[in-house]
């Protein structure tokens, strides 16, 4: 089977500032997230993957091509930018048929072709409106309706869920869940780790132009399972805290911050949270507030960043 | 095939876009700036009497006054507000993208953009001349009439190339380039008596101008209205310029094409990388 996508040591280079690092990566058709902070790298490998860039260093494949300049395997996907880029005088009807036309449909089935994609992600009742009137929330629905019209193998979305309430995340959440059921591939860019689990069980995990780790959540969880991971615990007795947790061994590291918080480092996160619990509930100590950083994605890409550079 | 149905799709969508209110009021300056002058010049300037030395320069200065003006201004400006930003626009209003991914999408803007730029500003041309000649009336209006058309064409066809190339090669301060363009080349460059001036889309539409006026033939050549026009007479024949600007525009077009198909923008802030 051609695999999804064929990385092949590939590099991004802005001038002196690089935005991918030598990525080298094969994957099988699916669905995957692409998690990554700002600036992580996300969009230049989706940039990459749709042929607006090429790589300085490297090769990309994606569906057997190469995708820059290439119309064979542009026909063959679908994109969602992460910038909004919509015509304020036009209305989704004739944008997602222009679109359409483009695509290399003819001008009635691309009309009809639009109308159809529109019906999909709920636009039928508002798509002779012009743009301008459109919310937010609308608007990423259009989007959507032109990046699936043509019925692209593969879709690439980068960040779909900015800006969207939640009754809106939730009705394109179930709009890529089908997608993914109908046995469409799709790769979707975040940076917020809830967003892609709701669709997708695998993930890229990319931080500073590098691919940290890929798989599963648990593939994840198992290469952190060694790290310690930080937490703050807010208690009327700090020093008395961190003593107890240092003898019981439950805690590598234990320190009072500037704030007066516990801020401990722990293997054994879970076990730390039981006996907070525990002591909370013999009155042994007050905690008022737990905080863990690692549960963050910034926390588990500094963790997996430190992990990729021997820190750990 | 896909190409021709995608610049014919962007062709079809600029053009439907373009009947805005600043599109349409802009369109009506244009079209009508150049009649307006003539018309107030007719008020304010009384015509010679035939037969007076007056009325012998004036058989050049109207046909002049009217190519000035539509095949040169009129055409030039409409053809540079759409032509030169046609790529810019799009970057700038970060919807280069949903086109940049489609097959054949960046070569169907730019060329659905240039026919857009070159259709959208003839009718402007072809109108201004025919009211300007109208309201002139000169000694022989449908020859003039003729002339003008044939030159506001060739001005639209090959100014729209110019520029289409110009918004390619020059993705930041496009305008201001096209402006710097037109004044160095086509107003200074061209008036150089030199080989340097063949290289100006200017230089080949005066040929033309002067050779389908007939005023390269015996009886007015020779006439004192008719030295400054001498630059223009040469040996090649109207084929021959017509040829030179033909090739020059699809030369441009190409060149454009072939730029834009290297150049990458990213999505993120859609500059060039």
């Known amino acids: ?312 | 095939m896909n190409a021709i149905r995608g610049v014919s799709a962007v062709f079809r969508f600029e053009w439907k876009r373009s009947f805005s209110v600043p599109r349409m009021v802009w369109w009506f300056l244009l079209t009508s700036f150049p009649p307006a002058l003539f018309g107030m010049i007719r008020l304010l300037i009384d015509r010679p009497s035939a037969g007076s030395s007056g009325a012998d320069a004036m058989e050049f200065t109207i046909p002049i006054g009217v190519t000035i003006l539509c095949p040169g201004v009129v055409c030039i400006m409409g053809v540079f507000l759409w032509a030169t930003p046609a790529i810019t626009s799009e970057l700038q209003g970060q919807s280069w993208v949903y086109l940049a991914v489609r097959p054949h999408g960046a070569t169907s803007v730019l060329l659905g953009k240039y026919l857009v730029a070159a259709t959208w500003t003839l009718p402007a041309g072809l109108i201004a001349s025919a009211l300007s000649v109208l309201i002139l009336a000169p000694e022989d209006p449908g020859r003039l009439v003729w002339v003008q058309w044939r030159l506001v064409l060739l001005s639209c066809l090959s100014y729209a190339a110019v520029f289409t190339l110009i918004g390619v090669v020059f993705t930041r301060r496009t305008l201001a380039v096209g402006i710097c363009y037109v004044i160095f080349v086509e107003v200074f460059l061209s008036m150089i008596p030199a080989v340097v001036n063949s290289f100006t889309i200017q230089f080949r539409l005066r040929c033309l101008f002067v050779r389908w006026m007939g005023w390269n033939e015996p009886g007015f050549s020779d006439m004192p209205m008719a030295q400054p026009f001498q630059a223009y007479f040469g040996n090649e024949s109207d084929w021959w310029h017509l040829g030179m600007l033909l090739g020059t525009t699809a030369a441009l077009l190409v060149a454009a094409t072939l730029i834009l198909g290297r150049r990458q923008f990213t999505t993120s802030a859609e500059t060039d990388a």
């Open chain 1, 1 to 312: 089977m051609t695999p999804l996508i064929e990385l092949n040591s590939i590099t991004r280079l802005y001038g002196t500032v690089i935005g991918v690092n030598d990525i080298t990566l094969t994957l099988p058709p699916g669905a995957y997230g692409l998690l990554g902070p700002n600036g992580a790298g996300k969009s230049t490998l989706l940039n990459l993957m749709t042929g607006q860039l090429s790589p300085t260093l490297g090769t990309v494949q994606v569906l057997g091509h190469a995708p820059r300049n290439n119309p064979k395997y542009l026909s063959r996907i679908g994109y969602l930018p992460a910038s909004e880029g919509l015509y304020s005088n036009v209305s989704a009807i004739d944008w997602v048929s222009y679109l359409v036309e483009l695509q290399g449909f003819g001008r009635r089935g691309a009309r009809t072709i639009a109308s159809e994609s529109l019906e999909r992600v709920g636009m039928t009742e508002h798509m002779h409106r012009n743009i301008a009137e459109y919310s937010r929330g609308m608007r990423q629905r259009t989007r959507l309706a032109q990046a699936i019209a043509h019925r692209p193998e593969f879709l690439i979305l980068d960040e779909p869920f900015n800006g969207l309430d939640p009754i809106a995340r939730h009705q394109m959440t179930e709009l890529l869940r089908r997608w993914i059921e109908e046995g469409h591939s799709l790769i979707l860019a975040s940076h917020v780790l809830h967003e892609i689990e709701s669709i997708t069980r695998s993930f890229l995990l990319v931080c500073g132009g590098r691919l940290l780790a890929s798989g599963s959540i648990e593939d994840i969880d198992e290469l952190l399972a060694d790290v310690p991971s930080e937490m703050r615990i807010r208690t009327g007795t700090p020093h008395e805290l961190a003593s107890v947790l240092m003898q019981e061994e439950l805690v590598d590291r234990a320190e009072i911050g500037e704030d007066g918080a516990v801020v401990v480092a722990t293997r054994t996160a879970v076990r730390v949270y039981q006996f907070l619990t525990d002591s909370a509930a013999a009155g042994r100590f007050e905690v008022t507030e737990i905080h863990s950083s690692d549960e963050s994605l910034q926390g588990v890409f500094d963790s997996l960043m430190k992990l990729h550079r021997g820190e750990l």
